[in-house]
C-alpha cells in the first residue's frame, strides 16, 4: 500500500487485491476512495470485497465509489452485498455511487429487479 500525508489524513493511498477471478483496487485520493472490481464477483470474493467497502465507509471520505466498469459476473450474494452497501451508506449520507457495470451484468441487476434501487453513475 502506498500512502501520502495530509494534514487531514491521508491524501493519496492504494491496495491491490487478486482474489481468485476478481481483482479489486482501492483507491484513496482526498475526499474520495475508490474501490474497482474486475472480473467475477460471487459468493468466493464477496466477502473480500464487502470486507474493503465496509473498511471503507469506517473512513473520513466523503465520497465513495464502487467501480463496476469491469465487472464481468455477478451471483446473488454480490447483488445482495451492493443493497446492504447501499443500505449502509444511505444511512450515512449518501456517500457511495456504482459506476455502472457492463450491458450483461446491469441486465441481471435489472432482472433481480434492483437496478432502480441502486445510485448508479455513468463512468
Known sequence: M????????????E??????????RSLRDGDKHTVSISGEMDIATVGD??????R??????REIVLDLAALHFIDSTGIEMLLMAEART???????VLLRPPATVQRVLHLAGIADRLPFADG
Do not use: F, Y
Open 15 to 24: 491496495r491491490i487485491v487478486k482474489l481468485g477471478q476478481l481483482s479489486m
Open 2 to 13: 502506498n500512502s501520502g500525508t495530509h494534514p487531514d489524513g491521508p491524501s493519496r493511498a
Open 49 to 54: 470485497v464487502e470486507q474493503e467497502l465496509i
Open 56 to 61: 471503507v465507509e469506517a473512513t473520513d471520505a
Open 90 to 96: 444511505r444511512a450515512d449520507g449518501k456517500r457511495l
